[in-house]
């Protein structure tokens, strides 16, 4: 079955590192979004991306990087994490750009910065 | 500032009644909304959707309604059961199929 991922589900980290959470669809998905969930703030997007070598800053990007070089990956990247960076982050993928397109979620990755 | 917003953060309702959740608006761009269903530990899943050219979908025991006027939508679980006690978002779409979620609403019904 077709299906997004993500990788880890659990990480805990310090404050300065890098850290990169994965997340692969074998949808074949054009589109790929990354979100953080905090309370009181519902899901945020962070990057997206509508193909390979495509990527564009959502509302909440600074601090984080994304790159696609193909179509089944959007891994994120947090350059030096930071504690407002602990988070539950989701990917997501949808097929097209263009209007009525749902987007399909991920499991979620539990990030927790030190 | 948050462009879509549910001011209930949570809801209770007997099993077999109707449970009402409710979202607003503020861009009048906006022609598509969702809801999406989350369980702890689970990401998010597509409920139900609609269309500014409509002002109600229905599917099954789940109705959204569309008031394009008041920049107000809701969702209708009829009739309500325990296993529909999970987080609720709705969202809308903007340009680029970029979704703005709420805050999401917890809801809890009780058997």
């Known amino acids: 079955d077709a299906e997004i991922t993500q990788s880890p589900r659990h990480k805990i980290t310090e404050t300065g590192r890098q850290v990169t959470l994965a997340c692969h669809q074998t949808w074949n998905h054009n589109n790929m979004f990354w979100y953080r969930q905090d309370l009181g703030h519902g899901l945020r997007l962070i990057h997206y991306s509508y193909g390979v070598q495509d990527t564009n800053k959502g509302e909440v990007s600074d601090g984080y990087s994304v790159s696609r070089s193909n179509t089944e990956d959007l891994p994120l990247t947090l350059e030096s994490a930071a504690s407002s960076q602990t988070s539950v982050y989701f990917c997501?993928?949808?097929?097209?750009?263009?209007?009525?397109?749902?987007?399909?979620f991920g499991p979620g990755t539990r990030l927790t910065v030190l | 500032d948050q462009q879509v917003k549910q001011n209930s953060p949570s809801l209770r309702v007997q099993e077999g009644r109707i449970s009402i959740l409710n979202c607003d608006y503020t861009n009048s761009m906006f022609d598509y909304f969702l809801w999406y269903k989350k369980y702890p530990a689970e990401g998010p899943t597509f409920l139900i959707s609609?269309?500014?050219?409509?002002d109600k979908n229905e599917d099954g025991r789940f109705t959204v309604f569309l008031n394009k006027s008041a920049k107000h939508l809701s969702l209708h679980i009829v009739p309500s059961q325990p296993g529909d006690s999970a987080v609720y978002f709705c969202?809308?779409?903007?340009?680029?199929?970029?979704?703005?979620f709420g805050t999401g609403t917890s809801l809890t019904v009780i058997p």
């Open positions: 969202a809308a779409e903007g340009t680029g199929n970029q979704f703005y």
């Open positions: 997501a993928s949808s097929v097209h750009r263009g209007l009525t397109d749902t987007q399909y």
């Open positions: 609609i269309s500014s050219i409509k």
